[in-house]
């Protein structure tokens, strides 16, 4: 009991972490170049979108250490785990700006920048083997895990003790993905970011706009009943 414990107080710590590192990964988004008269409306909605997340952290202060989220709320998991998605695309943005219709200057020394700064600069936290978790390549990824992530989903892994020994340092790792990611964005901001897919750029926002409408259903707070969530 004491380890499911754990993990259950390493996802609210991480749940901070994710909300910051989400929140100023908009950022990216709102310094682009050549969005002019007709991306106007885009970034319109980026910075609502910016808005609508920011308005939920502060209602269950994610912003500061005294934070409303029960750690025993399932509903709560779910939420951590969107917090997560949120802050994946952002880091896929980094590493395949290409993919959401944005590009940034194509120096090579600031392509290496990227990789390093995002890549953890001290070993990992040691992980507890377990039949649900693929075997590693030996490589270090840059992102965030999606295996770990939908773990945080599956309610049926809480109960066995030794599962929840490895989730607790894979939530941890992802909490530190977070941090670097976010030490990384004074570097970021420096670069020349340009929209250049105004399609690709509309499904990004897309995107987003679920994940915030999916924090809102599961935990909704009390700026609900104010802003709209359709």
């Given at each position: 009991m004491l380890v499911v414990q754990g993990l259950r107080l390493a996802v609210v710590g991480v749940a901070g972490q994710l909300f910051r590192a989400g929140l100023e990964g908009y950022n990216l988004l709102s310094t682009a170049e050549s969005y002019?008269?007709?991306?106007?409306?885009?970034?319109?909605?980026?910075?609502?979108?910016?808005?609508?997340?920011?308005?939920?952290g502060e209602d269950?202060?994610?912003h500061n250490s005294s934070r409303k989220i029960d750690p025993g709320h399932r509903d709560m998991w779910f939420a951590v785990a969107?917090?997560?998605r949120i802050t994946a695309i952002f880091?896929?943005?980094?590493e395949c700006s290409?993919?959401?219709?944005?590009?940034h200057d194509h120096c090579t020394r600031k392509r290496d920048t990227l990789g390093n700064l995002l890549r953890p600069s001290s070993p990992q936290l040691p992980r507890t083997p377990s039949p649900h978790r693929p075997r590693s390549t030996g490589s270090t990824p840059t992102g965030l895990s999606p295996t770990v992530i939908e773990r945080l989903t599956d309610h049926s892994l809480w109960d066995s003790s030794q599962v929840a020994v490895g989730l607790e340092n894979e939530v941890k790792e992802l909490g530190a993905t977070a941090e670097r990611f976010q030490k990384t964005l004074p570097a970021l901001s420096k670069l020349r970011w340009?929209?250049?897919?105004?399609?690709?750029?509309?499904?990004?926002?897309?995107q987003?706009?679920?994940?915030n409408?999916?924090?809102y259903l599961v935990l909704p707070g009390n700026h609900v009943s104010q802003h709209s969530i359709g």
């Open positions: 002019g008269r007709d991306y106007a409306d885009l970034s319109h909605r980026i910075d609502a979108e910016k808005l609508r997340l920011q308005k939920w269950w202060e994610l969107t917090l997560a880091i896929e943005l980094v290409s993919k959401y219709g944005m590009t340009s929209v250049v897919d105004k399609d690709k750029l509309e499904k990004l926002i897309n987003l706009k679920e994940h409408m999916n924090l």
